[in-house]
């Protein structure tokens, strides 16, 4: 019985971790994305409402760590500060909505 729950667990433990940014909340970084103006730039280069810098065919993000990298250099260079969390909350919310990676 207790080595069923262990495993149980072990198994749940594994599925969670699987899935990127588990720990990111999309809803708090689609907020924390508009409030700091994250496309402004991207709108620049792109147009519209600069969300085809994500989608255009040769995009440079393609794994969750470039996605994570990429976050950091974003924010670095805008002098935007995020914490752990906000990292986190962004990439769940751009990986949802534009990447999807597994
Ligand atoms: C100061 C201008 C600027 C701001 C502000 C900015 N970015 Fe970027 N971002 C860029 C540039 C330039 C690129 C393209 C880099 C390249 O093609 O090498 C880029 C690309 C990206 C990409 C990769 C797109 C791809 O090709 O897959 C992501 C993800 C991204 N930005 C996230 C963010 C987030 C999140 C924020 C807000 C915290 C942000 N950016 C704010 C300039 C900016």
Redesign the pocket.
């Known amino acids: 019985m207790k080595r069923a729950v262990l495993l149980l667990a072990l198994l749940l433990s594994a599925q969670v971790q699987a899935a990127p940014f588990a720990s990111g909340n999309a809803a708090e970084g689609k907020k924390?994305?508009d409030q700091?103006?994250?496309?402004?730039?991207?709108v620049d280069?792109m147009g519209g409402d600069g969300s085809e810098?994500?989608t255009?065919p040769?995009?440079?993000?393609r794994s969750a760590s470039?996605?994570v990298s990429?976050?950091n250099?974003?924010?670095g260079?805008?002098g935007?500060r995020?914490t752990h969390q906000d990292e986190q909350n962004?990439a769940a919310y751009?990986n949802q909505r534009y990447?999807k990676l597994p």
């Open positions: 924390f994305f700091n103006h994250c496309n402004r730039c991207h280069m810098i994500f255009r040769d995009h440079k993000v470039q996605l990429q976050i250099f974003c924010s260079n805008a935007i995020i962004l751009l990447y």
